[in-house]
């Protein structure tokens, strides 16, 4: 979530406090049983998605992200900055251990962030 703390600095911590199980609404309305999701860090979640390519887990992944953007600034009425970037790394191209699949999605995670936030970016091996 770009900028959560800045929504809690502005509005309150009571403003922000919907905003997380919205987004666990939203997320969990566009996810497939078998997929995961949790909490990773203090604004970050992780997904995973069993039998999804790098192309279907960046639609989800976007769809998502511009799901939660629409509701935040009409359903919760806050309208300021709050967005999502997300990094998404792919098994199926990357024969790795989840360790290093969670490396290289927070690679593409801090990539969209230096790019502009409020965006999707797939892993790519440099």
Do not use: C
Not at 51 to 57: D, I, L, Y
Request: zero cysteines; glycine letters at 8%.
């Amino acid at each position: 979530m770009d900028e959560f703390k800045s929504l809690n600095d502005l509005y309150g911590h009571l403003a922000g406090r919907p905003y997380p199980s919205v987004g666990w609404e939203t997320v969990s309305e566009n996810l497939r049983r078998r997929d995961k999701v949790g909490r990773f860090g203090g604004d970050e979640f992780m997904i995973v998605l069993p039998e999804t390519g790098p192309k279907g887990a960046y639609q989800v992944a976007e769809r998502i992200r511009k799901k939660l953007h629409t509701l935040v600034r009409t359903e919760l009425e806050i309208h300021t900055g709050v967005t999502l970037s997300l990094g998404v790394a792919s098994s199926r191209t990357n024969k790795a251990s989840l360790e290093k699949m969670l490396e290289y999605a927070d690679t593409a995670l801090y990539r969209a962030k230096s790019l502009g936030r409020n965006r999707a970016e797939v892993w790519k091996k440099q």
